[in-house]
């Protein structure tokens, strides 16, 4: 909080904060009493080696959710050019992580709510290259869905509790946008075309299984940097 107040370390300060930047101080500081997330504080936070803009509205980007991006990407490898879909794209850190491996892929991010996509609309810079596909003809397709579910969202800790909703809530087993993923995106890439979810850490087994269900093979999971459940993967036939 010092370092946004002030404009530098705490530690080499030598001189008292001015009115200004004490002001600036005390607000911050009322507002992370107050549970703000600290993300939105700063009005950006890393993700793998760039920052994203972000704040009130859009799901933060996680440190977890970088291992999706790059199992994503390991997914794509052989591919030329290869044709990407982010789902659900919120700040468009997955959908810009995985064209930072791979800088030849054309990447489409699509995101519903208008104050997650004035995010979007701020990173796309980093190179996020927006086009449009042929049906049939994705390469990969990659999303951090909504996936808490009803008990999860009654039990939020007061930061993820100010956090958008509708980044997070998935019905009452947390598995709506998974099952409508399965059932209904195959269509969309082209044969031996790659998925790859972000998962919550106890959902492995019941994502499998309706991605199983739904023929989609070669299906596996990534463990995140916590040793947790948290990307799963697939290929369509």
């Given at each position: 909080l010092f370092r946004l107040a002030a404009g530098g370390?705490?530690?080499?300060?030598?001189?008292?904060?001015?009115?200004?930047q004490a002001e600036r101080m005390e607000s911050l500081t009322a507002r992370r009493a107050a549970r703000e997330p600290l993300q939105y504080l700063c009005g950006s936070w890393?993700?793998?080696?760039?920052?994203?803009?972000?704040?009130?509205?859009?799901?933060?980007?996680?440190?977890?959710?970088?291992v999706v991006a790059e199992a994503a990407a390991g997914m794509l490898a052989g591919v030329e050019a290869p044709q990407v879909l982010d789902l659900c794209a919120g700040t468009g850190c997955l959908g810009l992580g995985v064209k930072r491996f791979c800088p030849a892929a054309q990447v489409t991010s699509?995101?519903?709510?208008?104050?997650a996509y004035r995010y979007l609309e701020q990173n796309a810079h980093l190179s996020l290259v927006l086009t449009i596909?042929?049906?049939?003809?994705?390469?990969?397709?990659?999303?951090?869905?909504?996936?808490?579910t009803a008990a999860?969202?009654?039990?939020?800790?007061?930061?993820?509790?100010?956090?958008?909703?509708?980044?997070?809530e998935a019905g009452e087993d947390g598995l709506v946008f998974y099952r409508a993923i399965a059932e209904h995106y195959q269509k969309a890439l082209r044969p031996?075309?790659?998925?790859?979810?972000?998962?919550?850490?106890?959902?492995?087994?019941?994502v499998t299984a309706l991605l199983a269900a739904n023929g989609w093979t070669e299906i596996a999971c990534r463990k995140d940097f916590g040793g947790n459940d948290r990307c799963v993967m697939a290929r369509k036939q």
């Open positions: 370390d705490a530690r080499l300060a030598d001189a008292p904060l001015g009115a200004e890393p993700f793998l080696d760039f920052e994203l803009a972000v704040g009130p509205g859009v799901l933060c980007p996680r440190a977890d959710t970088e699509l995101e519903k709510s208008p104050a596909t042929p049906e049939g003809q994705l390469d990969l397709i990659v999303s951090n869905p909504p996936y808490l999860e969202m009654g039990a939020l800790q007061p930061e993820v509790a100010q956090e958008p909703a509708m980044a997070l031996g075309g790659a998925l790859a979810l972000e998962i919550g850490w106890q959902q492995r087994e019941a």
